[in-house]
């Protein structure tokens, strides 16, 4: 069966500073996508960042990149000269391409905080 | 922009009663998603739907029955409320199908702003 785990429940980082969440993933299906969400506050979903498991290189947008290991079923979310505004949960996420509806299963989330 | 919307940022309801949560997305997207949202738990998929009249259970249908009569709208209905359905619930919509390099070419979900559901 599909899992996602997110192991980091909380993390503190000083601002500026790069920061990496941490995401394994367990899939028998050879074909899959890797999504990361941000949750701020508000409570709103916001998508970030798509690998998709047959990609080559590593999925960047702006200062977010996806550090995507595939034989360690790992799909870390590394954020660059991080900001206040980047204080959320971020929850990692995967779809298996041949699923009914496109479903998605999401992990436990973990909860960034941007120190000052 | 995608725009998910839902009917209420807060409710409270009593145990026992009839709840009705709504859903409207303007994107024209086939699949829409209910997930309730626990601390520590991430999302748990409720029911979902990829197509109009059609559903599926979820991981978590329990309890839960959902409506989708026109493509754009998707309704959650709680038949007889109970405290331990107090969460926030999220809906959600997405392409089924979409050109490579379109916006929504992963069928990456995108979401409403979510109701805070409280039963008393």
């Known amino acids: 069966a599909q899992k996602i785990t997110q192991t980091q429940p909380g993390m503190f980082v000083q601002e500026k500073e790069a920061v990496t969440l941490d995401c394994t993933y367990d899939?028998?299906?050879?074909?899959?996508?890797l999504f990361w969400y941000k949750q701020p506050s508000s409570g709103e979903m916001i998508f970030l960042i798509y690998?998709?498991?047959?990609?080559?290189q590593n999925a960047t947008e702006g200062r977010y990149s996806l550090n995507f290991q595939k034989a360690r079923k790992s799909a870390n979310l590394v954020i660059s000269a991080s900001q206040l505004g980047d204080s959320a949960m971020y929850f990692c996420?995967?779809?298996?391409?041949?699923?009914?509806?496109?479903?998605?299963?999401f992990g436990s989330g973990t909860r960034l905080s941007i120190r000052p | 922009d995608v725009k998910v919307t839902q009917s209420s940022r807060y409710l409270v309801k009593r145990t026992g009663e009839k709840v009705f949560l709504e859903c409207v997305q303007d994107?024209?997207?086939?699949?829409m998603f209910w997930y309730r949202q626990d601390p520590g738990l991430g999302l748990r998929l409720i029911y979902f739907?990829?197509?109009?009249?059609?559903?599926e259970k979820g991981d978590i249908p329990e309890g839960y029955s959902v409506s989708r009569e026109k493509k754009e709208r998707f309704s959650l209905i709680l038949e007889s409320a109970s405290t331990n359905q107090t969460s926030m619930y999220l809906c959600?919509?997405?392409?089924?199908?979409?050109?490579?390099?379109?916006?929504?070419?992963?069928?990456?979900?995108?979401f409403g702003p979510g109701t805070r559901l409280t039963v008393l």
């Open positions: 959600a919509s997405s392409f089924s199908a979409r050109l490579a390099g379109a916006p929504g070419s992963h069928n990456e979900q995108f």
């Open positions: 899939t028998s299906d050879p074909s899959y996508g």
């Open positions: 690998q998709g498991s047959y990609d080559q």
């Open positions: 996420a995967m779809r298996e391409v041949y699923s009914s509806a496109s479903k998605i299963i």
């Open positions: 994107m024209d997207h086939e699949n």
């Open positions: 739907s990829y197509d109009v009249k059609m559903k």
